[in-house]
């Protein structure tokens, strides 16, 4: 009886501890209980599916979002990611143009500014040992995402919310905050994974920039539209890496109908960074020594630095 005393004791003081803590994490979920959280509500008819194909078949098929997604409702209201079914279609319908794929190769001029600038930030870490790369990766790619999508796509906010009054003020602050934070965070992470796992294999690395000579002839010339296609082992590395740490490795989905089983934005950015990056360094690094924790994304904890030396161009 002292022991269940005990537990009850510490839960709650768990949980009173939890209610009154004033760090800038994302507000709590309603609904959680003392200790557990919301652990309960992964049970009763909940299934996992591990096969990507699966996985893949049952997200397209089931369109309404899990419960979960609710935890940044309060932050990104009736953004892409957070939306109800019905908000998602018209919006996601409204906002087509602004993922096409000839306005994402509009921006190769902007990835290939921001991938030089990258080059030059990291200038100051050559030959220095280990260092953690993934703050001047989120800047970079913060910068990167805010400047070929800010134009276009605020102005096509605007005009549907003043001119056409398709959405409100608050749908636009929800809109732009969901492409900004969801394209950066990711990005970034990404391009952390997937240097520390070239770095850890010098003979993909090798190979790679085999790759990068043939495409551009040995020169340093910025990356153009059509030589994205011609990088197939460079993108088969980004895959790989995508597949082993996987940024967001969980996708839920509430399955409301019998389902039988059997992006060019993030690419074009990638490909471009890297291709600039590994031209002038040779990166070393170790993944097994990486430490990761699972939020809502996947991110590295600790041991995910890496180090560069400047590559020697014959």
């Known amino acids: 009886m002292l022991v269940l005393w005990l537990l009850v004791a510490v839960s709650a003081l768990l949980w009173f501890v939890r209610r009154l803590r004033t760090t800038q994490e994302p507000p709590e979920y ?30 397209n098929a089931c369109l309404e979002k899990n419960f979960m997604y609710n935890f940044a409702k309060s932050w990104l209201g009736d953004g892409l990611i957070t939306s109800t079914l019905p908000i998602w279609k018209k919006h996601r319908k409204l906002l087509n143009p602004t993922f096409s794929q000839h306005l994402m190769y509009s921006y190769t001029d902007v990835f290939n500014r921001q991938a030089r600038r990258l080059v030059g930030q990291l200038a100051r870490h050559s030959n220095r040992g280990d260092f953690d790369h993934l703050p001047v990766m989120h800047q970079n ?21 003043e001119g056409q009054g398709l959405f409100t003020d608050d749908q636009v602050r929800k809109h732009v905050d969901t492409i900004i934070v969801s394209g950066y965070e990711t990005i970034a992470s990404v ?6 796992l070239i770095g850890s294999y010098p003979r993909v690395q090798e190979r790679i920039l085999t790759e990068l000579n043939d495409v551009f002839d040995a020169t340093d010339r910025d990356v153009t539209r059509h030589d994205l ?86």
Do not use: Q
């Open 30 to 59: 309603p609904g959680a209980f003392p200790l557990i959280g919301h652990i309960p509500f992964l049970f009763g008819d909940s299934s996992l599916i591990a096969d990507p194909d699966d996985a893949l078949t049952a997200a």
């Open 229 to 314: 296609s011609r990088l197939v082992y460079l993108e088969a590395v980004i895959k790989e890496s995508m597949r082993v740490y996987t940024v967001a490795p969980i996708v839920a989905r509430r399955v409301d109908r019998d389902v039988k089983l059997s992006k060019t934005y993030a690419m074009t950015s990638l490909k471009t960074t890297l291709v600039h990056l590994l031209r002038h360094y040779i990166v070393s690094a170790d993944h097994k020594k990486m430490v990761l924790k699972l939020e809502f994304l996947l991110k590295p904890l600790s041991g995910h630095h890496i180090s560069i030396e400047k590559r020697v161009r014959v």
């Open 141 to 161: 790619a913060l910068e990167t995402i805010c400047k070929p999508k800010s134009k276009p796509f605020i102005e096509l906010l605007f005009e549907m919310s």
């Open 191 to 196: 391009l952390c994974f997937t240097l520390i």
